[in-house]
């Protein structure tokens, strides 16, 4: 098959989905625009931009490090390493609020830059011949350069790379959908850097030859067809790397085809079931920024330190794309685009229908940071009761039952909420959308998971604990039972072996007796009689 385009492909339909107003025209006008890390007074880097366990902190109030520098290690399997996104001083180490609805703070290293944003030695050994490496070198080097799945999920990318032993992965799917209003950093990234990312995708490849032979290969890049120029760019990269595994498949837009297990569906019809993963179909899929993230640390030995992000909405005067380090502060990007509107109400990290809303614009830059939207303060009309109408399936794209899951999830029924797959719902909100009742049911679904975390996490807790207190009984119950035996046993050696010294005792005792009565009878026999003796014998 032609590596450009093929109209003939065959494309699956999802159940549900909407078409929404896209807004994409408002950022995607302009080329991208890099920032510098010196345009701040402090980068704010969080220690915990994955989704996994912190990792270990490796500097100290201040140490000057350089750009690249490891600023904390990996500390297990679901660990990643954060680099220093340009050279300076550690200011502080120190909670910082961290992009997250509740205004939550975490640990965050704070580094002032001195303006050189020099590299010095910390860059890794660029690997341009990662062909003559294997599979698990090469997962080691994404996993040290930390790169997440930068779609938003912050997954650690060398553990989805990391399949199980002889699973045939035939299907490597990059993804570059973007099908949520507003956000084109995903588009912009493949007009301007689709050798790159194809690049990537032929680094992922080499990776899964491990899973199956050359041969057997194929990458497909999903784009919706509201992104003709990146579609148009990506050909052109794919048709000059001459690689015949990998196609551009331009998709429909529809919201949210961008999913991963819609997109899957989509371009191979392969339907990835309720708790199993695409591995397990044979599929594994990447977002276009995670694609161009793991070529530049492969080839040209650079952690993860920088990403595309939107800055859009009717609340910014200028909307568009930035290169932006991480840890520089949300309000530096909306001065770099022209500062706030008159209309400028809220802040929302992410699009409008699964974004976050943040509570200022102090909060930094991280990994998981792919559109910083500035709106207008949402006038919803008030929920009402849940009607019945069925709107919310009907939308719903993982063919869920939304009111259903609403009505537990208001009740509290944690237990049948989860007969009704819970966990297998994205958040992508089309059921709220199109609610009449105006109901917020992304909210109660997000109520219901965090409730269910919270208990499983208590419960593991009050199993560990007993756990350990079983075990710390039966161990004092051993050690008294091996200390009587012990004792019992001692007790025995003594008995024994006071038994053996009675014995001797009175052995000697017949013995001396016996040996006196025969001297007594001996001395008899040799005394002569008395003449009355005599008579009377
Ligand atoms: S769309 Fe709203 S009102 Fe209709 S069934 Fe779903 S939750 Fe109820
Ligand atoms: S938010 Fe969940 S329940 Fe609602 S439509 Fe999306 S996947 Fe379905």
């Keep these: ?77 679901a660990s990643l390493p954060i680099h220093a996104s340009t050279s300076g001083l550690i200011r502080a180490i120190e909670k910082r609020p961290i992009p997250h609805p509740s205004g939550l703070e975490d640990t965050c290293i704070i580094i002032e830059p001195d303006g050189a944003d020099h590299w010095g030695a910390h860059k890794l050994e660029p690997l341009p011949h990662y062909a003559e490496l294997d599979g698990v070198t090469l997962r080691s080097r994404i996993c040290f350069a930390g790169i997440v799945g930068l779609g938003g999920a912050v997954f650690p990318a060398a553990i989805k790379l990391n399949v199980r032993p002889k699973m045939p992965i ?39 030859l491990s899973h ?74 990447h977002n276009v920024a995670t694609a161009r993230a793991i070529y530049r640390a492969v080839v040209w030995g650079e952690p993860l330190i920088s990403r595309y992000i939107t800055v859009t909405g009717v609340g910014v005067a200028e909307a568009q794309n930035f290169e932006v380090p991480f840890g ?16 400028a109400e809220r802040l929302i990290m992410g699009g409008p229908m699964m974004g ?8 930094p830059v991280v990994k998981a940071s792919n559109c910083i939207l500035v709106e207008q303060a949402a006038n919803k009309p008030a929920a009402q009761p849940c009607i ?26 944690f237990e049948e909420i989860e007969k009704y797959h819970l966990f297998d719902c994205i958040e992508c909100g089309c059921c709220a959308y199109v609610c009449p009742s105006h109901l917020p049911l992304v909210d109660y679904y997000r109520f219901a998971k965090s409730e269910i975390r919270h208990q499983r996490q208590v419960q593991h ?30 007790k025995q050696a003594l008995q024994n072996k006071s038994a053996t010294k009675g014995d001797d005792a009175k052995q000697a005792a017949i013995q001396a007796a016996l040996e006196r009565a025969k001297a007594k009878k001996e001395k008899a026999q040799q005394t002569p009689l008395t003449p009355n003796e005599d008579k009377s014998a």
């Design 212 to 285: 199956t032979p050359p041969e057997g290969q194929e990458c497909l890049i999903g784009i919706e067809d509201n992104k003709p120029e990146a579609i148009q760019a990506m050909q052109a990269a794919v048709k000059a790397s001459g690689d015949q595994r990998i196609h551009i498949v331009p998709i429909p837009t529809l919201y949210p085809s961008g999913g991963e297990k819609q997109l899957i569906k989509i371009l191979t019809g392969r339907e990835v079931a309720s708790g199993s993963r695409p591995t397990d179909s044979g599929v594994i899929c």
């Design 388 to 413: 019945r109408c069925g709107a919310c399936a009907a939308a719903c794209p993982v063919t869920l039952l939304p009111q259903q899951l609403y009505w537990h999830a208001r009740a509290k029924h």
């Design 170 to 208: 035939s299907t490597l799917i990059i993804n570059g959908a973007e099908c949520e209003p507003y956000i084109t950093c995903d588009d912009l990234l493949m007009r301007e850097k689709p050798e790159e990312i194809i690049a990537g995708a032929q680094v992922i490849l080499h990776i899964l």
């Design 356 to 363: 976050i809303s943040l509570a200022n614009d102090s909060i």
């Design 461 to 490: 807790k009050a199993d560990v604990a007993r756990e350990r207190h079983e075990f710390r009984l039966e161990r004092l119950e051993r050690a008294k039972r091996e200390k009587a035996e012990k004792l019992a046993k001692h």
């Design 328 to 343: 520089v502060p949300i309000r530096t990007l909306i001065e770099q685009a022209g500062g706030y509107t008159d209309k």
């Design 1 to 77: 098959m032609s590596a450009l385009l093929d109209p003939s492909r065959l494309l699956w339909r999802n159940h549900g989905g909407l078409h929404l107003p896209e807004h994409k025209t408002l950022s995607n006008q302009r080329p991208t625009r890099p920032i510098s890390a010196s345009t701040c007074k402090e980068l704010v880097v969080p220690l915990l931009q994955h989704a996994g366990m912190h990792p270990d902190i490796l500097v100290k109030v201040g140490e000057s490090v350089n750009k690249g520098q490891p600023l904390a290690k990996s500390q297990g399997y």
